[in-house]
């Protein structure tokens, strides 16, 4: 109904533009298809006969290739139909400004060692300071630590906000996190805005010392504690894991003193740390999202929520705004169940030499937009409440933005507050169906993927929105161990829904639509990709020692399809890169760091699902540090990868370094020594070819072996070990097979 009358004069409030390149890319994309199909003709037709050398790893390269050729098609299905989507917030004030949406923030923090307070309330201060009227915005900080450290920091930017606000929005400066945008202005150009930024400047660094004085120090003094009431709800408290519900409004928006520097109304500040016991299952994010939810419908009741992690600063104040444009377009927006933006990170080098998510956010979740599905990150996302909820999609309910405004509060703000508290109790969730139906899903590490796909399946769509001016930055890890554990997690995750209850390859088909369920398969496959990678590292250079080719010559004409897949899809991939905004060597690192996650977090992943399917483990969260030692972080800053530390992912990777080295090492000997070494060339050349490219990738990993001397570089004791594992290998394969 509401429908029909609107579409008469209907001016939407966002486009959607469809990639211009999409016929090229797709005849381009054939040609591969083409290419793929020949390299698994030519494995067919030419398996090695019977007693032959080489045959089983013939067989192997060939199921290899087959998992590949079904992992690109996979891919394939994020880059057929890109979508990039505009919106028009003019329109938006036009229309609606007195009729915006409430929107709630979720913050979640649960280490105030690893994710430092001044960290945390940076990020809380940049999404108080969005664009929005402030009387329709709450902020909520979830602490799995329930530090009473955080809540100090907390505290003082409750009021460190009555000035920032005020200044942020007369300067109309971005980026909104104090910290950063302190960072990124040296001096002001601009005198008559001298002065206020050296007031505002002042007051943050003492607020900064404060803090970081009480986080030195490890505790709060007793003064400190005497300045608010807040703290006495620490009293019964006995460590991380062990304690009451602590909730406290610091800024309760509706309060009519409740004011900024230049008398304006602020958002709601709400601090929790949800009860925890040692006997209950906490549910890591997952758990302390979903007592938001709750604790947050009883308070603000916000029909949308943001949900950020600690590290996640909001870099655009606008974002608020463009994910309202979405939500109340009148055609399309009621749909909608998310709006996603993409992860950046604020610390990423120029070449990343950790690689970065660049090709997934600038092209692959634009694949997934135009299928209707960009997936939920965890961070950097704003959902309808109703669809996070558990509510299926519904036709009949357009236009329900419009409901009941906030009625005046009959209780206290004590007895809200207690009131409150219940919802986020440990047992609150037993026997209902949050964490199943309601909420965020429990007991996966990817808790954002799966929830995402379930409330697609229940008929909702979702946007994918990456404006020019980046709307969040985070930290991204600093160290390779880091980097690893976390993809480790991811893959475990991603591998095991599609053994869940809402898997993309069975569940949701047919609620979904098939592009995007082979979108979501790319995610899900990261893990098992590890065995096809380790196969085809391995076997190919040490077939290398016995000159036993295992691809075509170069004479041959089968040699065309294999040349032309890889050096096509390479090519396209460096242009795909450069096109995101990358460099060349940071194209190289990728390609680096692809094959380390690949042969080592995803194997691990791998068993780690495989483990837990069967029962004999649970998986964990295993919290991302945002801070390192200094000498650390200047090694990262100069592109120079960290090992330090012993950890068995380093050892599959040395080793395999090592393994390839040595084959390496063999072929010149065998090119230098042998007379007809030509034709050793011309059987072998592809061999060559890929031993060298592992050679050649493994650079940085030689010099972490063998040349370094910092406290970076790979230890002594993991370097002989991986040295012996690599040598035995290759003896044992030239000698006794
Ligand atoms: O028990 C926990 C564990 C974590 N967190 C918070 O969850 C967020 C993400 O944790 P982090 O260690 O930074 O993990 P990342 O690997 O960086 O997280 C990515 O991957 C996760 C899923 O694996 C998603 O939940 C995140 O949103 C996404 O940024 C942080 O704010 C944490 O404080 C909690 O609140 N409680
Ligand atoms: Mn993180």
Not at 550 to 568: E, N, R, T
Not at 693 to 699: D, E, F, Q, T, Y
């Amino acid at each position: 109904m509401k429908m029909k009358m609107v579409s008469d004069g209907y001016v939407p409030l966002f486009e959607t533009n469809k990639f211009k390149g999409r016929v090229m890319y797709r005849l381009f994309s054939v040609s591969i298809f083409v290419g793929i199909f020949f390299i698994l003709a030519y494995r067919v037709g030419h398996i090695p006969g019977e007693g032959a050398d080489g045959k089983w790893a013939w067989i192997g390269l060939f199921a290899a290739e087959l998992w590949f050729g079904f992992y690109w098609l996979c891919t394939q299905a994020l880059r057929w139909n890109c979508v990039y989507k505009r919106t028009f917030k003019d329109r938006l004030s036009q229309r609606y400004e007195n009729d915006l949406p409430r929107v709630d923030v979720f913050v979640c923090t649960a280490d105030p060692i690893i994710e430092p307070p001044m960290m945390v309330i940076n990020t809380v201060l940049s999404v108080m300071a969005y664009n929005y009227p402030p009387e329709k915005l709450s902020v909520y900080l979830s602490d799995d630590a329930g530090s009473d450290l955080t809540f100090y920091a907390l505290l003082e930017a409750s009021h460190f906000a009555k000035e920032w606000l005020p200044y942020c929005k007369k300067f109309e400066v971005e980026p909104r996190s104090p910290g950063a945008y302190f960072l990124s202005i040296s001096d002001p150009i601009d005198v008559g805005k001298a002065k206020a930024f050296v007031a505002i400047k002042k007051l943050y660094e003492n607020m900064e010392s404060r803090i970081r004085r009480a986080a030195n120090v490890g505790r709060l003094s007793e003064e400190q504690r005497s300045k608010h009431e807040g703290f006495s709800q620490w009293e019964t408290y006995s460590s991380k894991q062990d304690h009451d519900t602590i909730l406290q409004i610091l800024i309760d928006g509706t309060d009519l003193n409740a004011r900024d520097v230049e008398g304006c109304s602020l958002p709601t500040l709400v601090y929790l740390a949800r009860e925890k016991r040692p006997r209950y299952s906490h549910n890591f994010k997952a758990g302390a999202i979903n007592a938001l939810i709750r604790v947050s419908k009883k308070i603000s009741n916000g029909h949308i929520i943001l949900n950020v992690d600690c590290d996640m600063y909001s870099n655009n104040s606008e974002s608020v705004r463009d994910v309202v444009c979405f939500f109340m377009d009148e055609e399309k927006g009621y749909e909608i169940a998310f709006v996603q933006f993409p992860q950046n990170f604020e610390n990423v080098t120029k070449n990343e030499i950790h690689g970065s998510f660049r090709e997934n956010m600038e092209v692959e979740f634009h694949g997934m937009d135009g299928y209707g599905g960009a997936p939920y990150i965890g961070t950097g996302c704003f959902h309808r409440r109703d669809a996070l909820c558990g509510k299926k999609f519904d036709r009949e309910c357009i236009g329900e933005w419009n409901r009941e405004n906030v009625t005046k509060r009959e209780e206290s703000l004590h007895e809200l507050e207690d009131k409150s508290k219940v919802y986020a109790s440990c047992t609150y969730d037993e026997n209902t169906l949050w964490g199943k139906e309601m909420g965020l899903k429990y007991g996966s590490p990817v808790e954002d993927l799966i929830t995402g796909i379930s409330i697609q399946c229940r008929g909702w769509k979702s946007v994918y929105f990456n404006p020019e001016r980046k709307a969040f930055l985070g930290v991204a890890p600093i160290t390779l161990s880091q980097l690893l554990v976390q993809h480790k997690r991811w893959s475990e995750g991603n591998f095991l829904i599609l053994f869940s209850k809402t898997s993309p390859a069975l569940y949701a088909h047919g609620r979904i639509s098939f592009g995007l369920q082979l979108g979501y398969w790319c995610y899900c496959f990261w893990a098992p990709n590890c065995l096809a990678t380790l196969y085809y590292s391995i076997i190919p250079s040490l077939y290398l020692l016995k000159s036993t080719p295992l691809f075509p010559q170069a004479s041959s004409p089968w040699f065309v399809p294999f040349a032309y897949v890889i050096s096509s899809k390479y090519s396209y991939s460096v242009l795909e890169f450069l096109w995101c905004g990358g460099t060349i060597l940071g194209w190289w690192n990728e390609q680096r760091i692809w094959l380390y996650k690949r042969t080592s977090s995803y194997l691990f992943g791998f068993i780690a699902a495989i483990l837990k399917s069967i029962g004999f483990s649970d998986s964990a969260f295993v919290i991302t540090a945002k801070i390192t030692d200094e000498d650390v972080s200047e090694r990262y800053q100069k592109e120079i990868l960290e090992f330090g530390a012993s950890s068995p992912m380093f050892t599959i990777i040395t080793t395999l370094a090592g393994l390839n080295m040595f084959c390496f090492l063999g072929v010149v000997k065998k090119l230098a020594m042998d007379a007809a070494s030509i034709r050793y060339f011309d059987r072998m050349v592809l061999q060559i070819v890929l031993c060298f490219v592992m050679v050649l990738i493994n650079w940085p990993l030689y010099q972490a072996l063998f040349v370094r001397q910092d406290k970076g570089k790979m230890p002594s004791s993991l370097t002989l070990q991986s040295i012996g594992f690599a040598l035995f290998a290759c003896t044992c394969f030239l000698f006794f097979q």
